[in-house]
């Protein structure tokens, strides 16, 4: 049986290669071998990145999700919202109290609220810096 591209090669003005060469043993082109434009690493620097992306994004969530719930004078004795709490403490455990005022909403907003700006900055910064390796 032959191929079916054959009289294209052998009509074409030029030396049409219609099969590329491949390399004894794979499938692959040898094209593939060439080093890839940009990240060397491939997918695991994109994977690395994509994962602390997503934990800086999953950690500024849980912070944020709390001002809101305590600006909106949620349930305190409700499981998810205890959960909420127990969750954007640990968080911002290093951060409490650095800002004193009185009403304290606004407290709550600034000393929760800087920890999930701080989570998103460094992470997606350390994201950025993961994918030009």
């Not at 600006?71 to 919202?81: C, G, H, K, R, S």
């Not at 909403?105 to 910064?125: D, E, K, M, Q, T």
Request: hydrophobic share 45%.
């Amino acid at each position: 049986m032959s191929n079916p591209h054959d009289h294209i090669a052998q009509n074409a003005p030029y030396n049409a290669n219609v099969n590329p060469p491949y390399q004894e043993g794979t499938s692959a082109p040898y094209e593939t071998n060439r080093r890839r434009a940009g990240n060397s690493r491939g997918l695991g620097a994109e994977r690395t990145a994509l994962v602390i992306h997503t934990l800086a994004d999953i950690a500024a969530g849980f912070l944020c999700l709390w001002i809101l719930l305590y600006l909106l004078d949620a349930n305190q004795a409700n499981v998810f919202v205890d959960f909420v709490h127990g969750m954007a403490d640990w968080l911002a455990g290093w951060s409490q109290d650095i800002f004193m005022m009185k009403p304290e909403g606004v407290r709550v907003f600034f000393n929760y609220g800087l920890p999930a700006l701080i989570y998103l900055a460094v992470g997606h910064g350390a994201a950025a810096w993961v994918r030009r390796l």
